[in-house]
């Protein structure tokens, strides 16, 4: 599921406000159990937008392994 801007934004009014239900952009309502509940699901929201902006970006990374033979 790709996951919005306004997603966030809800979460993080949830949070601030104390509210443990939420109703995101593609009208599913979720009930929370607890606060840390609530800020697992804006880690995990959160992160799949940054993924989302860096493919979007072009920007790709490589990682290139530097091995030494320790002689």
Not at 39 to 51: C, D
């Amino acid at each position: 599921m790709a996951y919005q801007q306004s997603d966030l934004d809800r979460l993080d009014q949830a949070i601030s406000s104390g509210i443990r239900s939420v109703t995101f952009a593609d009208g599913r309502r979720t009930e929370y159990q607890s606060l840390d509940h609530l800020l697992a699901a804006r880690g995990v929201i959160e992160a799949q937008l940054n993924m989302q902006a860096q493919a979007t970006s072009g920007l790709s990374r490589r990682r290139t392994p530097y091995y030494r033979s320790g002689l």
